[in-house]
């Protein structure tokens, strides 16, 4: 029998449909990532969806100025308290007296997302039985298949079970979740009118330069096809 209710599948690749769902089937056990980004229009369609939700954050440490404002912004206009994921004081001391503030550029983004981001994830996740993403096929060439629902093939959730993982956002285009986050009159990221497109980290993200695919501007320094810090590394092919 599938780990995946029948309620999520039926739901399509209609965004409000399975956030909606999502909510339904497991409540409190289910959560939002926030990324501080457009993924702003996954809460918007939970706020419509009229349920209870969470949302919580991966704080690195290392996020723009203007993502902090911004993530004060979202929890007034939603009307929320996101929880935020810190990294392991320790390892990340650990890390940097050892290698200094951007060892990153010289040895790749693994370790220091490992020690930041995919840590505080896993342990989050751990709480969870389902969580909800923003990611979007049109991202890049690492996201082109993503569902908009399934088994996380990463990560394990409550008491080691199976983790449902709900990408609303999969089938939606860039121009289209803008026109929408419009339409909504939804609070965005200033950076986004710097020119950055995908939001992240500040030493490891800058603005979108013409013809580049989103996820260029990140980690610009290595291979297209390694741009993911973890958090979806179901999505790298392994040949
Ligand atoms: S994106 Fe950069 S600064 Fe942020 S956790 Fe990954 S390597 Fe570290």
Not at 69 to 77: F, G, I, K, N, S
Not at 142 to 159: A, C, Q
Not at 169 to 175: H, K, N, R, Y
Not at 187 to 198: E, F, I, K, R
């Amino acid at each position: 029998m599938s780990a995946i209710p029948a309620s999520l599948t039926a739901a399509g690749q209609d965004p409000a449909a399975l956030v909606d769902a999502c909510l339904a089937a497991y409540g409190d056990a289910a959560a939002i990532a926030f990324s501080g980004a457009e993924d702003v229009l996954v809460l918007e369609y939970a706020r419509l969806s009229g349920r209870r939700f969470r949302v919580f954050c991966l704080d690195t440490g290392r996020l723009h100025p203007e993502t902090y404002t911004y993530l004060a912004q979202v929890e007034q206009h939603f009307g929320i308290q996101i929880q935020y994921c810190f990294p392991d004081r320790t390892r990340v001391e650990a890390m940097v007296n050892a290698k200094g503030l951007f060892s990153f550029y010289r040895e790749g983004h693994g370790e220091c997302c490992g020690v930041r981001k995919v840590e505080p994830l896993r342990q989050q996740l751990a709480t969870l039985r389902a969580w909800i993403t923003g990611q979007r096929r049109d991202q890049s060439p690492t996201r082109t298949d993503v569902p908009p629902v399934h088994v996380d093939p990463v990560f394990s959730g409550l008491g080691g079970g199976p983790l449902i993982k709900v990408n609303p956002l999969a089938a939606v285009p860039q121009a289209e979740v803008w026109a929408t986050i419009r339409a909504y009159g939804l609070p965005t990221n200033a950076l986004h009118d710097q020119g950055y497109v995908s939001i992240g980290c500040a030493p490891c993200t800058r603005p979108l330069r013409p013809g580049e695919h989103e996820r260029a501007a990140r980690w610009w320094w290595e291979e297209g096809t390694k741009k993911e810090c973890g958090l979806h590394a179901g999505n790298l092919r392994t040949s």
